[in-house]
Nanobody, 115 residues
């Protein structure tokens, strides 16, 4: 089993930055892909960014050039650096781990961008 603990959300003004962290523990060897998703009120959960065990990254078009996903293998932690934040980025952000017989979600962290 894998556990995910997110941190780093908060309130920021438009144009500001935040960094989210997702620390994984447990059977991390079974993880193939980790990612960040977000869900705004009344909206479906959507992909923000993913990073594979090989280090390949993928981003939603809406965040390309503003957000960066990265990882610290030694700390079993994935980060989402969010720059040039917009009010439309306001959502609960969820960390996700996907792998062999594995699909785990974190508890979510609120990001609020004020205009």
């Amino acid at each position: 089993q894998v556990q995910l603990v997110e941190s780093g959300g908060g309130l920021v003004q438009a144009g500001g930055s935040l960094r989210l962290s997702c620390a994984a523990s447990g059977s991390i060897f079974s993880i193939n892909v980790m990612g960040w998703y977000r869900q705004a009120p009344g909206q479906q959960r959507e992909l923000v960014a993913t990073i594979t065990s090989g280090g390949s990254t993928n981003y939603a078009d809406s965040v390309k050039g503003r957000f960066t996903i990265s990882r610290d293998i030694a700390k079993n932690t994935v980060y989402l650096q969010m720059n040039s934040l917009k009010p439309d980025d306001t959502a609960v952000y969820y960390c996700n781990a996907d792998g062999f017989l594995l699909l785990v979600w974190g508890q979510g962290t609120q990001v609020t961008v004020s205009s």
